[in-house]
């Protein structure tokens, strides 16, 4: 992982760094061995003692065992962020970061991404024509400033084979989980992610504003008449059967499910049974037309059709991406 300011951290991009330390760092074996082995390497000289802290900042020094030079050789190389003056400002990211990174990239290493750390693949030339991502805030001058990257405001995170990045924060974790799916299968994923405290798995095409699932805070009488919904999605459902059992008419059950969750009746039970249908995919071998009837989908051509709307990928496909242990 690079560590592009081994000096004065700020505090909002300590979150960015700590994900691949907490996903890659932490060895388990009783998950997978070998486990992966994490190096961070800074764009100074390794080991160099901290100047004053700069104005703004936690005060907080790293001192990394590995340079730029570490990162020749290695299987995935991650970049959690850049300085806010080389986004914001247009200050330019330091040459020797971009040379290594190329070098990285045409030595075969998996290229990631993690928030603003999609400048320095782009200042690379690793993202020209391919679809990438960002945090929100900061989309609009990834696209602006590299018109050949295909951004993409609209998801947690893009996996576009060897190259992979994400939008800010949370959805880091999110990009950081999914490729220990894509390394060593569903259930270790899922494992890891359960000793987390964090949800095991949220598909790349979700949108950065994320659909709550759950009601609001300030509507749990919803809660009993969603979690009844969940425990018969292979049933057909409608509003009215919804609003029957919430003892309510259809129109009030309407505003209040779209006022706490932010999207209406049938689409929420729509993006239930795709979760169902991805939760199958991933842990069972049943056939896909199996897998469309418990989900409440439908035939298998019918799953498809949403899956590929709504997930952006085939299930076959999606299955392929998380092997069963």
């Known amino acids: 992982m690079v560590v592009t300011e081994e000096m004065h951290v700020p505090s909002w991009d300590l979150y960015e760094l700590s994900i691949p330390c907490t996903v890659f760092g932490k060895p388990q074996p009783d998950l997978a061995e070998p486990w992966y082995d994490l190096r961070l390497c800074g764009t100074g000289e390794p080991g160099q003692d901290p100047d004053t802290p700069a104005s703004g900042t936690t005060g907080l020094s790293l001192h990394t065992r590995y340079g730029l030079a570490d990162l020749a050789g290695a299987d995935t190389v991650i970049v959690p962020s850049v300085p806010d003056a080389c986004v914001d400002e247009g200050r330019p990211l330091p040459p020797e970061l971009i040379t290594a990174l190329r070098h990285a990239y045409d030595s075969g290493a998996r290229m990631v991404s993690l928030c603003t750390g999609a400048f320095a693949l782009a200042e690379a030339g690793i ?18 400033r590299y018109p050949k990257v295909q951004v993409d405001d609209s998801v947690l995170y893009v996996d576009d084979g060897d190259v992979l990045t994400s939008a800010g924060l949370t959805a880091g974790l999110d990009l950081c989980l999914h490729l220990v799916r894509r390394d060593l299968g569903a259930h270790v994923a899922n494992q890891l992610a359960r000793r987390m405290v964090v949800p095991a798995h949220r598909p790349g095409g979700q949108a950065q504003f994320i659909d709550q699932p759950m009601p609001a805070t300030d509507d749990r009488g919803l809660a ?26 259809p129109r009030t059950l309407y505003r209040r499910l779209q006022a706490a969750t932010g999207v209406t009746p049938l689409q929420w039970l729509l993006n239930q049974r795709i979760r169902r249908a991805q939760s199958l995919l991933e842990s069972t071998d049943l056939p896909v037309s199996r897998i469309g009837e418990l989900s409440g989908l439908g035939t298998a051509n019918n799953l498809r059709h949403h899956f590929l709307k709504q997930i952006g990928v085939s299930p076959s496909d999606y299955r392929r991406a998380f092997p069963l242990a």
């Open 127 to 144: 993202l020209d024509g391919r679809r990438a991502t960002a945090h929100w805030l900061h989309t609009a001058q990834l696209a602006s």
């Open 224 to 249: 009993p008449v969603l979690d009844w919904a969940r425990e018969r999605l292979d049933e057909p459902l409608t509003v009215e059967d919804l609003a029957r059992q919430a003892a309510m008419s």
